[in-house]
């Protein structure tokens, strides 16, 4: 069954460092997502993406972070100077298109553990 | 902000016995969907619903949603110690880019 990848499963930085968290979305999907989880607390929307550009984002998702599509199959985000407080899960996920039932549901990755220290 | 509350946070039970899970909510959502969560891991989708008073059946799992698009239910029967784990039930806006609200989840624990 097609799956969401992302690399790495965990890395650990330093305070101030950037850090780029890949995602290859399931092929056929058009629409690309992160969200992040904080240890012991809600998984949270950062940002989604369609047709290159950010479709919608949230008040977690500042200057700081950047996403890019830059080829036809990673999905990237990018943390620019990283803080202790960005130390969470981060979830890349997708959808096949807007509309009809099965469009609807989102698929997630297994997730990147990112630990600032 | 649209807010999805889900009850009860924890719940521990018996093998056999039957349970609901709830998540609640003021707004009204285009879809919900039901994940399950393994710690570590990204959450594994279970179900998706989209239709007022809709219910889905996963064998022993039973999903509603609510007449309103506001709340939905997991009834699961006869609950067995591979049940254990972190549902979370999670709203999509189809106005909003389909992003998903989170319920907080349910950790269910299933004792032998």
Known sequence: ?117 | TQLLEQSPQFLSIQEGENLTVYCNSSSVFSSLQWYRQEPGEGPVLLVTVVTGGEVKKLKRLTFQFGDARKDSSLHITAAQPGDTGLYLCAGANNNAGNMLTFGGGTRLMVKP
Not at chain 1, 56 to 85: A, Y
Not at chain 1, 91 to 117: D, H, M, P, Q
Request: aromatic content about 14%; charged content about 20%.
């Open chain 1, 1 to 117: 069954e097609p799956e969401v990848t992302q690399t790495p499963s965990h890395q650990v930085t330093q305070m101030g460092q950037e850090v780029i968290l890949r995602c290859v979305p399931i092929s056929n999907h058009l629409y690309f997502y992160w969200y992040r989880q904080i240890l012991g607390q809600k998984v949270e929307f950062l940002v989604s993406f369609y047709n290159n550009e950010i479709s919608e984002k949230s008040e977690i998702f500042d200057d700081q972070f950047s996403v890019e599509r830059p080829d036809g199959s990673n999905f990237t985000l990018k943390i620019r100077s990283t803080k202790l407080e960005d130390s969470a899960m981060y979830f890349c996920a997708s959808r096949a298109f807007r509309t009809g039932k099965s469009g609807n549901t989102i698929y997630f990755g297994e997730g990147s553990w990112l630990t600032v220290v």
